[in-house]
């Protein structure tokens, strides 16, 4: 409220060019709550997630998509790595009731694989469909937001380093050994109450492959539910919801000098 289910979802596609937003092929499947994507601006696969459980699939061809084939569980707010591939990913968790299925992507067919040890949803990933990082999302015993990280082999999932403060739809950049994550429901990133609201956050955590940290500049913008994709010192989030029900338009770039410095004492 106060919108109505229908206002919620759409089939629109936009084209980010580094610098403004162009309207691409529409979706086939009218839906909401679709941030699982893997692959690239010309080869990518989506879910449909959010609010509505569905198993729709669809794959991005550069400029049309086409109904692929559809996933076995119907969740909503499962997770996709957006470092995975048209033909190679995985997507984990979601509800309800929360869930620990994990499922793997041939390029054809979806196949059930080693679930998850902590059932989520609303979680996010990091990494490849076979090295990456799940972390976040709400769960059963912290519904608000779970602090877990998982980790993939490629056969098994293993718990490693906590988030700093639990986190659910939030945003991940990167890889198995190197990600950011921001915003989402919760705390700001060094556990202190959100001072503008309740659900949306402005927080930004480091995971280095052994551990998260937490930097107290906080991103430009609250919110949760948040699009992005790139890695971790090269990347952009976008939209999401704000407080307490605002859809928002903005575009952050998020970069990091990675480059090579010389340090001298005197």
């Known amino acids: 409220p106060p919108n109505s ?8 596609t936009e084209s980010y060019n580094g610098s403004s937003w162009t309207e691409v ?13 893997a692959g690239s601006q010309s080869a990518g696969i989506t879910n449909s997630s959010g609010n509505s459980p569905k198993t729709y699939v669809e794959t991005w061809n550069g400029s049309a998509w086409s109904n692929a084939a559809d996933l076995n569980s119907s969740l909503q707010e499962r997770s996709q ?40 949803a609303a979680g996010r990933n990091a990494g490849t469909s076979s090295a990456q990082i799940f972390f976040g999302g ?3 015993s912290n519904p608000n937001g779970d602090a877990k990280n998982e980790s993939w082999d490629g056969t098994s999932w293993t718990e490693v380093g906590d988030l700093p403060v639990g986190r659910a739809n939030h945003t991940g ?15 700001n990133s060094l556990g202190a109450p959100n001072p503008t609201g309740p659900n949306s956050s402005k927080a930004i955590n ?7 940290s937490s930097d107290a500049d906080d991103a430009p913008y609250k919110a949760r539910g948040a699009g992005g994709g790139g890695s ?30 010389t340090i001298t004492s005197s």
């Open 206 to 212: 480091f995971w280095d492959g052994t551990s998260w």
């Open 138 to 140: 709400n769960s059963d």
């Open 173 to 187: 950049l990167g890889s198995q050994t190197q990600c950011v994550t921001t915003q989402g429901n919760g705390p």
């Open 81 to 120: 790595a957006a470092q995975g591939s048209s033909t190679a990913s995985i997507i984990v968790g979601g509800a309800p009731p929360r869930s620990t299925n994990v499922e793997q992507w041939d390029g054809s067919s979806w196949t059930e694989i080693a679930e998850i040890n902590t059932a989520r």
């Open 5 to 12: 289910p229908s206002d919620r979802s759409n089939v629109l």
């Open 232 to 261: 971790a010192t090269d990347g952009i989030v976008c939209g999401g919801i704000s407080d307490p029900n605002f859809t928002l338009t903005t575009t952050i770039e998020w970069t990091v000098d990675a480059s090579n410095k």
């Open 25 to 37: 092929g529409d979706m086939n499947n009218d839906v909401q709550g679709v941030y699982s994507m």
